[in-house]
Each structure stands twice: as structure tokens, then as C-alpha cells.
């Protein structure tokens, strides 16, 4: 029979209320100094050609950190997946790091930055505590119930950075899951993660500092609507699949040639002063929240996707700091609005509907794109960002932007049961 220790049930609802606070308070430090320093590169956008450095000094704040240059949130995750402490110096290592990439205008988002810093918070404010399993039956194993506290801890702070982010607890915490591909550790203490996700989400929710997405009017569902949703979901997953392939390629290649990725943070540098002033590109620097808001109030041109598709591609593959979900939210949502050339609707929801299954295509994460759809554009859109994440999901490569998706996980999980019981 399972049996609850109290003592670690208080612990791990103390270290929940505190990493809760502290993940907003990183979030919002982090919001400050990235809307500062685009601020800064919207006011004086010669700040474009000093990039190319920018770019090299993050790198350096890197190595002094004895952080490993190829830090991206895969390898994030992939160190919780496999219970691996995360470093303390990546807190302050990814906070500066975004701040100098998005002062040179390069095509970042901060995201990543709140989840990095989440995961290297939560681990650290974890450590006082003393965490083990709250169930006394993992802790009469030889570990104590100590195995998998560090994926855990690492879980909790990224889920409250995040929510604190978006304002959105509840696909925090599901993103999160996810991203552990259902670890056992962080699945069995999902009550403490959700209690973290809500403190962050309140302490955020005062001040009124997070990546605040805009409202769009939601249609009634209809036949018409249907097809119309069928229609950007296909284009997403098409999209979302090729935008991931790009990345993950670019910097696969780069890593195979070189090494040496001061040397790759220059070119893309260069590139991006390169196109943004041959081509007049300005409005596409930063986290793209400018023409995200733009998609979401119909005003935006369409196929201006592509756009920024590229300089994300060019600015994560090779190897500047910042995150990867705001670009790709502002990618997806000026794709939705984009196909209202073929179905006619209206730009804004589509943008919405875009961004859901876009999301859900890059991820390969489809319960986070879902809530987070609900909970930043409102429940009555539900039905539409259902439609829209499962025909995403299903159609598009099941690997992402964070390594292979949790189908692929289950067939594997399943065969290898399934061999095992022949055996």
C-alpha cells in the first residue's frame, strides 16, 4: 500500500511555494532586461553591426561560467531527462546571454532564457531542502527515494519560470511533463509542480510584467471554420517540420565542420546585418512579439513568415544565445494569417489557430500547445486549437526542436516491454 511521508510532503510544498517565487521574480528580471535592451536596438539600430561581438562576449560570459558552448534547451532537457544537476551559472549565464544577443537585434527569443534559468533555480533551491519521493515505498530503495530529485527539481523551477512568462499554468506544467517525456520522478510529483506554476503565475500576474500575447476574437464553431482550421494545421505541420529540420541541420553541420563557435557566431552575425540591411528587415529583430501582435490584429503581410523563419534559422543554428518559442510563435501565427489567401477567413483567429499548430509541430509537445492556446487566448477557442494541435501533431515529423516526440518515446517504451515479455 502507498504511503505518504509527511515530512517530505511539507518539504516539497515549502520548496513548491518558494521556487514558485522565485521563478517569477527571474522572469520578470528577465523580461526587464530583454525589452530594455531591444528598447535600446530599436532606438539606435547601428547596435545591429556590433552583433557579430555581441555574439563572441556571450559565448566568452560562457566559458567563464565553464558553461558548454553548445548549452540550447535540448541539451537542457536532455540533462533533466537523464538526472543530471544543472549547473547554477547557467541562471545568469542565459539572462546576460539573450540581453546582449537581442541588443544586437538577433532573431531570439527569451523563453528559453526563463527556462534555462528555471532549471538551474530549481535545482539550486532545491538543495537545502533535502527532497526525496514523498512515497515511503520509493524510499525503502536502496537510493533513499533520492533517484531522480535533481530531474525534478530542475522540472519544477523551469514549469514556474514559464508560467510566470506566459501567464499560462497550466500548459506550463504540461510542457514541462512533456519535455521530461513523462519522467516517472516528475509525473509522480505533478501536485507540487502545479502549486509552483500557480504561485509563479500570481506573482507575475501582480506586477504585469511577462510576455503579454493579445487577445483575438473567437468565432463559433462551424463546418466552414473546420475546414478553414484543417487547412493551417496542414500548413503548420508542413512548415513547423522543415523550420525544426533547418535549425537542428544548421547546427548539426556547423558542429561536424568546426568546433570553434566564436567563429560561427560571427557569420551569423554578419548574415543578419547583411540581409536586415539589404532587404530593410528591422521589424524583424528581437523576440518577434512586434509582428506577433501585428498577425493577431490582421495587419500584417502576408507570407512576411518566411522572414523571419530565416533570420531565426540563421540566429539559433548558428549558436547565439536566446530562445526558440517566441520566434516560433510569431512564425506560426503570421503562417495562420497567411493562409487566409486560400481560406478566406478572418486573419486574426487564424494567426491564433497558427500558433497553437505550429507550436505543437515544433514541440512535439500537443497537451502544452493546447492549454497554453486556451489559456492565452480564452477556453472558447478550445475547439479550434484541439483541431488545429491534433492534425499538426499527427502530420508532422515526430521529432522536434527538444529531440524525438512522446509517440516515438511510447512505440519505443512499448517494443521494448513487448520484447522483454518474450524474452
Known amino acids: ?33 530583454v525589452n530594455f535592451a531591444y528598447g535600446v536596438v530599436v532606438a539606435h539600430g547601428w547596435l545591429l553591426y ?34 543530471r544537476e544543472i549547473s547554477p551559472g547557467l541562471a545568469p549565464g542565459i539572462l546576460l546571454g539573450t540581453t ?12 528559453a532564457g526563463a527556462l534555462h534559468m528555471g532549471a538551474s533555480l530549481g535545482d539550486l533551491v532545491g538543495r537545502p531542502f533535502k527532497l526525496r519521493s514523498v512515497w515511503k515505498a520509493d524510499q525503502d530503495a536502496s537510493d533513499g527515494g533520492r533517484t531522480g530529485m535533481n530531474a525534478y527539481a530542475a522540472s519544477v523551477g523551469m514549469a514556474a519560470a514559464f508560467s510566470a512568462l506566459f501567464f499560462a499554468p497550466l500548459g506550463s506544467a504540461a510542457f514541462v511533463m512533456e519535455l521530461s517525456r513523462y519522467k516517472r520522478e516528475v509525473v509522480k510529483h505533478l501536485p507540487t509542480m502545479l502549486l509552483a506554476c500557480f504561485v509563479a503565475w500570481a506573482a507575475a500576474s501582480a506586477v504585469g510584467i511577462g510576455d503579454i500575447i493579445p487577445k483575438v476574437a473567437l468565432p463559433a464553431l462551424s463546418w466552414p471554420l473546420v475546414g478553414q482550421c484543417i487547412v493551417i494545421a496542414v500548413c503548420c505541420s508542413v512548415v513547423g517540420s522543415l523550420y525544426i529540420k533547418a535549425i537542428d541541420g544548421l547546427q548539426q553541420v556547423t558542429k561536424r565542420l568546426s568546433t570553434n563557435y566564436y567563429a560561427w557566431v560571427v557569420l551569423g552575425g554578419v548574415i543578419m546585418m547583411v540581409l536586415v540591411t539589404l532587404f530593410g528587415w528591422q521589424a524583424f529583430e528581437g523576440t518577434g512579439g512586434n509582428q506577433l501582435a501585428l498577425a493577431l490584429a490582421g495587419k500584417q503581410e502576408t507570407w512576411v513568415f518566411a522572414i523571419k523563419a530565416l533570420l531565426t534559422i540563421i540566429c539559433l543554428g548558428l549558436w547565439f544565445r536566446g530562445g526558440e518559442i517566441m520566434p516560433t510563435f510569431t512564425v506560426g501565427a503570421l ?5 487566409t489567401v486560400m481560406t478566406g477567413g478572418d486573419a486574426g483567429w487564424s494567426a491564433a489557430v497558427g500558433l497553437v499548430a505550429f507550436f505543437a509541430s515544433m514541440s512535439r509537445c500537443p497537451l502544452a500547445a493546447f492549454l497554453m492556446g486556451c489559456e492565452i487566448f480564452g477556453w472558447a477557442g478550445a475547439p479550434l486549437f484541439a483541431l488545429g494541435t491534433v492534425i499538426s501533431f499527427s502530420l508532422g515529423r515526430d521529432v522536434g526542436y527538444y529531440g524525438e516526440g512522446a509517440t516515438t518515446v511510447l512505440r519505443q517504451t512499448i517494443g521494448h516491454w513487448r520484447n522483454l515479455k518474450r524474452s
Open 50 to 83: 556590433t552583433l557579430p561581438v555581441l555574439g563572441v562576449v556571450s559565448l566568452l560570459l560562457y566559458r567563464a561560467l565553464k558553461l558548454p558552448l553548445d548549452t540550447t534547451t535540448h541539451t537542457v532537457v536532455t540533462d533533466i531527462r537523464e538526472d
Open 1 to 33: 500500500m502507498a504511503v505518504l511521508d509527511g515530512s517530505q510532503v511539507v518539504r516539497h510544498g515549502l520548496f513548491a511555494l518558494v521556487v514558485g517565487v522565485v521563478g517569477a521574480v527571474a522572469s520578470v528580471v528577465l523580461c526587464l532586461l
Open 335 to 339: 503562417l495562420g494569417a497567411s493562409c
Open 100 to 111: 546582449l544577443s537581442i541588443l544586437g537585434g538577433a532573431s531570439v527569443g527569451k523563453e
